[in-house]
């Protein structure tokens, strides 16, 4: 068991596709973070969070959309994600789902940069209505990336602000989130189990498989969309 | 009324706007539509999607709006649609469809992705009001090649359902 002195702290990522500065999304991912900071604080460990404000690279992810091509602005948020022990990700709700950039800039991950990370969703919305989004919408989003998603989503429609529900949510999310960072999960993965996954050929995943995924067959296989 | 085909596909003139396009091809024989689709290739309007305030946008959200009847494309990304297609629709405001028709079209390399059409873009169009009578369609990469069978085969139980709405 290690202590907090040789660890290595925890680096966590908050991503949010909210559109005003600031944002509601935004606020609510912060409020996430500041409680992992704390939870793991009290297990003796540090935290740092990188902040990745989609709004300000909306321009780099339609360009990485169109044309695969990644601006340096772009990258280095992807580099913050694949360095990321564990990820906050928070999105307004339009049209009772994630919005169109926030789904963008995930479509344009490679598959396997997420593989086995600790997640928690995060949505804010102006109507209570729209309370599932996180986990019928921004759920099977993940699934496909193969995160390791916290059990706890957040949602925030504009009563749930000063209600002390949200923040005992708030407070179990980041517990988990903390608890799954510990874990080492998303490292075990990659040391024993890498070669099970379906990896596309030529990702970023690291380490190399012997079977040519980028076959037709195999392209197939792993559900390549058309064009 | 006209047909409006939507495409969130980032490359322009794709295989999914050919689908979409004999769809509304089809559906255009049918019910004897005399004006010519309007094509809202989304790829052409890359660089203004997260814009909201882009005018050329503006006018076309209008337009598909005001067609009576739309075919929402996309081609399948991780399980589920484009954000290029979202990103179009979710500059409509609260039930900017009511009143509009529409027919969710995904295409993707195979059929194990085909429930995404019905989990995840037939709720997008029923959140901004439209009516969508029908299954979704989804047409996988094999099917390309003779893609009027597949539309067919979903037209035949479509097209009443899709007329009694238009009614």
């Not at chain 2, 706007?17 to 689709?37: M, Q, W």
Request: hydrophobic residues 45%.
């Amino acid at each position: 068991m290690s202590t907090a002195g040789d660890q290595e702290p925890f680096r966590l990522a908050v991503v949010s596709a909210g559109t005003g500065d600031p944002s509601a999304s935004r606020l609510l991912a912060d409020r996430a973070a500041e409680r992992a900071v704390a939870v793991a604080a009290r297990h003796g460990m540090t935290v740092t969070v990188s902040v990745i404000e989609l709004r300000e690279i909306s321009a780099d992810i339609s360009t990485a959309v169109v044309s695969r091509l990644f601006t340096p602005k772009l990258q280095r948020a992807i580099t913050v994600l694949g360095e990321a022990d564990g990820i906050i990700a928070s999105t307004p709700v339009y049209k009772a789902g994630p919005s169109g950039l926030f789904t963008s800039f995930f479509h344009v991950l490679d598959n396997d940069l997420l593989i086995g990370k600790p997640v928690v969703l995060a949505a804010t919305a102006g109507t209570a209505r729209h309370a599932l989004v996180a986990d019928d919408q921004m759920r099977p989003l993940f699934a496909y990336l193969r995160t390791m998603t916290a059990p706890t989503s957040l949602f925030a429609a504009p009563e749930d602000w000063s209600d002390p529900a949200l923040n005992k949510r708030i407070d179990r999310a980041a517990l988990e989130l903390v608890l799954l960072m510990e874990s080492g999960f998303a490292r075990k993965i990659r040391d024993e189990s890498w070669d099970s996954y379906q990896h596309e050929y030529g990702s970023a995943g690291g380490t190399e498989t012997s079977i040519d995924l980028g076959s037709d067959l195999m392209r197939l296989a792993t559900g390549g969309s058309a064009s | 009324m006209r047909i409006a085909v939507v495409v969130g596909n980032p490359k322009p003139a794709s295989r999914t706007l050919g689908v979409a396009t004999a769809v509304a091809d089809a559906l255009s024989a049918r019910f004897g539509v005399g004006e010519s689709h309007l094509i809202v290739d989304l790829a052409e309007h890359a660089g203004d999607l997260f814009d909201w305030g882009a005018p050329r946008l503006a006018q076309l959200t209008a337009e598909v709006a005001a067609a009576g009847l739309i075919v929402a494309a996309s081609p399948t990304y991780k399980a589920t649609y484009t954000g290029m297609l979202k990103a179009f629709f979710d500059r409509y405001g609260s039930n900017g469809l009511a009143g509009s028709v529409a027919v969710p079209l995904m295409t993707g390399g195979a059929p194990i992705h085909a429930l995404a059409v019905e989990v995840h873009l037939r709720p997008l169009l029923v959140e901004l009001g439209a009516t969508v009578p029908t299954r979704g369609l989804y047409v996988t990469e094999p099917e390309f090649a003779d893609v009027g069978a597949s539309i067919g085969r979903w037209a035949e139980a479509g097209v009443p359902l899709l007329r009694r709405a238009l009614s």
